[in-house]
């Protein structure tokens, strides 16, 4: 169906869409021909498998060149969320017990209301054949998986975003007013601020012996993430949860705490006081 028009207003805003490790360059092209048709803009890649830039991506993209032009590429998930405030895992089924499950259209009217209040947001994508690792959902705020039939549920990359991006337009058609998320004297916190949180912690509860036995580390460290970012912290609430960590460091150690954490931790520390005080 034709419609592309040069003489009307382009709208280009809405939260990044993350494509984990895409392979396909006429995929990714699928991908930013089905954001520009919606109005989304921001297209990261991590780690693509046949590197950036790509002449089949521009290709397959029908002139949504905007978006191929403006895409980044990342070398980490991490990287490429260290900004946002807020990110959506799509997923094909429901394997996060500690994260809220929400719908399309949940999700993009939750999304619209976080951009109205300057939020910066995110939508990820993992491999066409496999999707997502634990360990990647475990990074996102709560998971969005499509209504599908069970006995034919795949669907690909760009049609997933399709639906996504369908959804974001649609819940700008309406006028949702003031939202919750609008709070004058608290701001989001980054995934940056989350991921330190989640190296303080983790450090703290390592120096004491808490990963035990040491072979059942990875999965209690990915169960912990899990469990702390099953929602969108503010600062403050970053900056307390250091500052607890920081206080209870007062009692012994197996292992000194880094300098960079510990400058991190003395930090955040400071500031919770400080909010505290103002209280």
Known sequence: MSGTNSEKELIAEGPAIILVEPQLGENIGMVARAMANFGLAELR???PRDGWPSEKARSAASKADHVIDGAKVFDTLEDALRDLTFVYATTARERYGFKPVRSPVTAATTLRERFA??????????????????????????IVTFPVNPAFASLNIAQAVLLMSYEWMKSGM????????????????????????????????????????????????????????????TEQEINVFRGVIRSLDRFARQRPLPATNRQQAEGANTEAQASDSDE
């Open 117 to 142: 209040s300057g939020q910066k947001t995110g939508i990820m994508f993992g491999r066409e054949r496999w999707g997502l690792t634990n360990e990647e959902v475990a990074l996102a705020d709560e």
């Open 174 to 233: 309406e006028d949702l007013g003031r939202t919750p998320f609008q709070s004058l004297d608290q701001r989001p916190s980054t995934k940056e601020q989350v991921f330190g949180l989640f190296e303080h912690i983790e450090e703290a509860l390592d120096a004491r012996g808490y990963f035990h036995p040491p072979e059942k580390k990875p999965k209690m460290v990915d169960n912990l993430r899990a469990v702390l970012s099953r929602r969108s912290f």
């Open 45 to 47: 890649l991590v780690s």
